[in-house]
């Protein structure tokens, strides 16, 4: 029967088994927000992952929303990142890498000049944001002009032509979790009245042309997209989201991506404190390889393959506290807990010292 340790071909890449790392970011990058020695070892080390997708990756100087992300925009980043993809290779792994632009969850602190944050309509988030200078309130944003948007998808075609460039197997463009993407397509951050806005078809609209544009600059069998239909996470809602993500995900059959990416509920949160969704529905519109995501362990993770609700699942806090989870899971070991005080510092305290099991 097929479950968590049969191999899966997504797209162009072949994984050994369906135990996908998530997307996490660990703010450790170094100057320049390259990736440093340490970023290489991190990912070096769970490198028996079926799928590493990497934490998310600015894609221009605007993208960037929290300090020490490493980017995939300067030659710099690029250098660095080749080296991670390099040592992962080398270690039999695969390493896709997650594309993303914050919108307005960012500061003017974090942008290039000090400017204005961007996002689809000029709604000030309810929150604080971590500057260099600690958190801060959030600012209202300004609108993308129509005129600023070809800019912007060939900002996402670049940086997928660098993650090319660097190495990766391929890319995530993440359309999730209250970033620039995601405001788009909700109803609660897009307040536009131009054919980016309104209808569930004109909020779609940005993700599917940069999807379009990504495919035909990377081909499409490198590319998937992260997608998180309820998460209220950055300050974000949809007054349908059934509506909305069935169309978008019915959309996305047009382009016969490497894989969708669905993060389901909250992040974190316990499936009792979800927004109601049905995530069956979308498996059933969707054509293509379908990952899950969120709060699944060994037994509910066999359960969702074997059961064909999702085609592989995405674990973030097991994979983050657990380099080797993938023998883990095979041997049925014991897990070592994440150390929640050092998910966004500490070096590399609570990053590159999991033991592994014959430690
Ligand atoms: C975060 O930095 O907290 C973060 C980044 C990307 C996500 C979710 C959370 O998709």
Redesign the pocket.
């Known amino acids: 029967m097929t479950d968590l340790f049969s191999p899966l071909r997504l797209g162009a890449i072949d994984l050994p088994n369906r135990i996908v790392m998530s997307?996490l970011?660990r703010n450790r990058a170094g100057a320049g927000n390259v990736p440093t020695d340490l970023t290489v070892e991190y990912y070096r080390q769970r490198a028996s992952a079926g799928l590493i997708l990497t934490e998310?990756s600015p894609i221009c100087p605007e993208a960037h929303g929290?300090p020490r992300t490493p980017g995939i925009h300067t030659a710099e980043q690029m250098a660095g990142w080749k080296t991670v993809t390099a040592a992962v290779h080398a270690a039999g792994g695969r390493i896709a890498i997650q594309l993303?632009h914050v919108g307005r969850i960012s500061h003017p602190d974090l942008q290039p000049g000090g400017a204005t944050p961007v996002a689809p309509s000029a709604l000030c988030p309810v929150g604080q944001v971590m500057t260099f200078k600690g958190m801060q309130e959030y600012v209202t944003p300004r609108a993308l002009e129509a005129a600023e948007l070809p800019a912007l998808v060939a900002s996402y075609v670049q940086a997928a032509k660098n993650a090319m460039a660097a190495g990766f197997d391929g890319v995530e463009i993440?359309a999730?979790?209250g970033?620039l993407l995601d405001q788009f397509l909700r109803s609660s951050t897009n307040q536009r009245s131009d054919a980016y806005g309104g209808s569930k078809e004109n909020r779609a609209r940005l993700l599917l042309e940069v999807l379009a544009a990504v495919c035909a600059a990377i081909g499409n069998n490198r590319v998937g997209v992260r997608l998180s239909p309820v998460t209220p996470?950055n300050d974000i809602s949809d007054a349908n989201p059934q509506e909305t993500f069935d169309y978008v995900v019915g959309e996305l059959n047009r382009f016969d991506l490497a894989f969708l990416d669905v993060l389901q509920g909250t992040?974190g949160a316990a499936p009792e404190q979800w927004l109601p969704f049905d995530y069956a529905r979308l498996r059933a519109i969707y054509k293509g390889k379908l990952i899950l995501n969120n709060g699944y362990d060994f037994a509910t993770g066999q359960a969702a393959v074997q059961g064909g609700a999702a085609d592989a699942i995405a674990y973030g806090r097991a994979l983050l506290a657990n380099p080797d989870l993938v023998e883990r899971f095979r041997r049925g070991a014991p897990l070592n807990q994440p150390d929640y005080t050092k998910l966004y510092v500490g070096e590399e305290k609570g990053y590159t010292d999991y033991p592994f099991l014959a430690d």
Request: glycine share 18%; hydrophobic share 25%; aromatic share 36%.
């Open positions: 997307s970011t998310a929290y993303w993440h999730g979790n970033y996470f992040g």
